[in-house]
């Protein structure tokens, strides 16, 4: 087909590029950033340098705060994944008006400000003497990751035909039986999902564990903002150039094994 | 006379103030296919999930060969269900899905698998066990739903609707295939249907469900010769509906009037006390005729021509239009639209109504 070049057309184009690159550009500048050479946060003046690389991988703290990151939110995806799944299987059995107001209840972390739900785990953290805890984190993360894995099993338990479970009690099977046989099978692509969001929304959350630890507790997040805060220290860069690939890895394993999926 | 295996008694289903069922009382016979026929709305598919356990009754018990249960979950009642949609396992392939039942109540491995066999045989889909249901038609699925629903030996087989998704000629192979495995298997089936052909070609008894209520039950060839009212009429069947003037009754003869023309009509025991008879008369029971020829005189307005038979439209001044179904083999007169013709019936023809019913 003939690519068509009016005005209009190169106006539109050069318009969405420069949006892209707008949102592109200050992920990828991090990229040259800890590759310097320097002590400080610039880009490399004589040479390519990997020292910063070096510094996260022989850093305690680095090193400390990104496992803490790891398995707090692989903790957090496991129960935010069981307790989502949990309330999304009852409310679809029940499929009632009350089932209705509780997902609308359940999903308000979404809705409200960060920085007025960190305040409010603040305020009950302290109660509950659970500030500067692991536990405490875990427990504000699930809470914050529940929304996404209860809608995404939703999403999942929507192609589910109420007759199927249904017909599993007929033919005999008790409650918890046709949960396992038949409800959780169709849930699995929304638990699968719904766990992934849960780790990356612990993963990536910062302003409740500022509020809400003291020195006890640091995970990766905290530690690239007090690196930020205290000293201009490239580490950061390095940092932030490993999660940039990790994310773009994840994201074409993603989509590749998709459309595989597809083609079977 | 043969044992009761399910009584149901004043059975009794609000949703608010909507009366899904309204007390309700039936029984059902050992080894009977028994279909509940109505349409949407009857209350047919909110009573047959009462017999299955999903829709707990208001009021009213079902007892299962006096035993009651009506409180019991839907797993300790043992009945097989057959569901419009299938309802397959997606997740099983067909030899799961037919061994679900089998394991779920602990039959040991080699039974299972034996059994299942069996059931495949039974609905002639041996070669498909180690597929996906998303790699059958519809009606190979619905077979499957069968076999998984025989294959514990359920007390009672529930079918709702399970033929109503499937293509016209495939409904009737499968509406064949049920009544003969019924036949053959000798469980009870209770069959919920709209559609008036599949309750009349395979139930032994036929339950007619309007608003909640049963409006009449009985052999299908009782129910279409005497239907009692006029929904039962209109609904199994057509029917030409008239409201004739009596003019001299003897015991069960009565005279009555068209126009200017006298005949009678045989009515045993009707109830009729006034001096209009409401009838029902089956197009196929209207003789058509030339002119002269039978009781009365009209003009054809319209023909349908449906093969084995036509249907005829035919104008009267004083009754408006009949329909008339005639066979087209042995057709007195071939109607046209326009022609005129006469038409008639024997004295048994016409079915005496109850009064006021719609």
Known sequence: MMQQTSGFRIFFMTGAWMVLAFLLLPILVVIPVSLTDTSYIGLPKEELSLQHYVAYFQDDRWLSATWTSIWVGLVVAVCATVLGTTFAIGCWFLSNRASTIARWILITPILVPPVVQSLGFYRFWVTLGLIDTHGGVILAHTLLALPYVSISVFAALANLDPRIPQAARSLGASVWQTVRAVVLPAAKPGMLTGGIFAFIVSFDEIVGVLFITVRNVSTLPKKIWEGIQESIDPTIASVATMLVMLTIVVTIITIWRRRDGDLT | ?358
């Open chain 2, 1 to 358: 006379m043969p044992d009761k295996i399910l009584t149901i008694a004043n059975a009794t289903k609000r949703y608010g103030p909507v009366h899904a069922l309204d007390r309700v009382s039936l029984d059902v016979e050992e080894g009977e296919f028994l279909t509940l026929l109505g349409p949407s709305g009857s209350g047919k598919t909110t009573l047959l999930s009462a017999i299955a356990g999903f829709a707990p009754l208001t009021e009213g018990r079902i007892d299962l060969r006096g035993r009651n249960i009506s409180n019991e979950p839907p797993e300790h009642r043992d009945f097989g269900m057959v569901f419009q949609g299938y309802a397959l396992f997606p997740t099983m392939t067909v030899r799961d899905n037919i061994a679900f039942p089998l394991k779920v109540r602990k039959r040991p491995a080699s039974e299972v698998r034996k059994r299942v066999d069996e059931c495949l045989g039974l609905v002639q889909m041996e070669d498909f066990a180690e597929r996906m249901p998303a790699q059958l038609s519809g009606g190979q699925q619905q077979r499957i739903a069968l076999a998984r629903a025989l294959s514990f030996e359920p007390q009672v087989l529930l079918l709702d609707e399970p033929l109503s998704a499937l293509d016209k000629k495939l409904r009737a192979d499968l509406q064949w295939e049920l009544k003969s495995l019924h036949d053959r298997l000798g469980v009870t089936f209770i069959y919920v249907t709209h559609d008036q052909d599949e309750a009349l070609s395979m139930s032994d008894r036929v339950v007619i469900l309007k608003d909640g209520r049963i409006q009449q039950q009985g052999v299908p060839d009782e129910l279409y010769k005497f239907p009692r009212t006029r929904f039962v009429a209109d609904f199994l069947g057509k029917s030409n509906f008239l409201d004739l003037p009596v003019t001299a009754r003897e015991g069960d003869e009565m005279t009555c009037r068209i126009g200017g023309t006298n005949f009678p009509v045989t009515a045993p025991g009707a109830t009729a006390s006034g001096d209009v008879l409401n009838v029902a008369l089956r197009p196929e029971r209207i003789r058509l005729g030339a002119p002269g020829q039978e009781l009365l005189d009209g003009i054809v307005r319209q023909v349908s021509y449906l093969g084995e038979r036509c249907l005829v439209l035919v104008d009267h001044a004083e009754v408006g239009p009949l329909m008339i179904s005639q066979p087209t083999w042995k057709a007195e007169v071939t109607p046209k639209a326009g022609l005129p013709v006469s038409f008639g019936w024997d004295v048994d023809a016409p079915v005496i109504l109850e009064d006021g019913a719609a």
